[in-house]
């Protein structure tokens, strides 16, 4: 795709971002993988709550990009393009985000964590996971739209077919089971970007 492109797009996405928290001289970026259903988007609000962070929510940037989604590869790759790209400028300017985004393979997180290293940026790779009967339940409330919330589209037929593709995450990283108590996982977290 062209650079201009990408350009064009990181700069539509970096507009719908609102304000920006406070440049840190060595910003966190943490990524968070898990199938839809999961509790991503929640985690990431709490995570938030405990320390200033911008959340990048991938679901909420396809709809900035792409109002009426089509979830082709294509759109996918141009999405991703644009994120990485603003992953980069905001890493550069010191502030601290969270991708919240499914990141299942390791070749696509291998792509994030050369930004980091690159960029010297505080990387925290975190695992999120709950039982199948919960997720569910959740994608089940969220297709009768009892979740406002959530800008996902995925339901528990895309959660079948994308378990398949989960990889393994081979580098340090926190898991957290949002079925139960994440207080935990969370206070660990902000430990480990305040280090």
């Given amino acids: 795709m062209a650079e201009t492109q990408v350009v064009s797009d990181a ?3 970096a507009a719908s971002l609102g304000e920006l928290p406070e440049p840190a001289a060595r910003p966190a970026f943490i990524v ?3 199938l ?27 709809k900035t990009l792409f109002p009426t989604p089509t979830y082709s590869p294509a ?4 999405l991703f393009q644009a994120i990485h790209h603003l992953i980069e400028g905001l890493l550069k300017k010191g502030v601290s985000l969270v991708l ?3 990141n299942l393979s390791e070749r696509y997180r291998e792509r ?6 690159r960029l010297n940026a505080k990387l925290i790779l975190v695992r999120v996971e709950a039982p199948p009967e919960v997720v569910y ?19 528990w037929t895309v959660f079948q077919k994308m378990k398949h593709s989960v990889q393994k995450i081979r580098r340090n990283h926190f898991a957290v089971d949002t079925s139960r108590d994440i207080t935990p996982v969370l206070n660990k ?7």
């Fill in 11 to 13: 700069k539509r996405l």
């Fill in 32 to 34: 968070v993988s898990g």
């Fill in 36 to 62: 839809p259903g999961t509790g991503k988007t929640y985690f990431c609000a709490k995570l938030a709550e405990r320390h200033p962070l911008l959340i990048l929510e991938s679901d909420a940037l396809r």
């Fill in 75 to 78: 759109e996918s790759a141009r």
């Fill in 100 to 102: 919240d985004a499914t």
């Fill in 112 to 117: 994030l964590y050369n930004i980091a290293d």
């Fill in 137 to 155: 339940q959740r994608l089940k409330a969220r297709a009768e739209g009892a979740d406002s919330q959530t800008h996902s589209d995925a339901d």
């Fill in 189 to 195: 977290i902000v430990r480990e970007i305040n280090r």
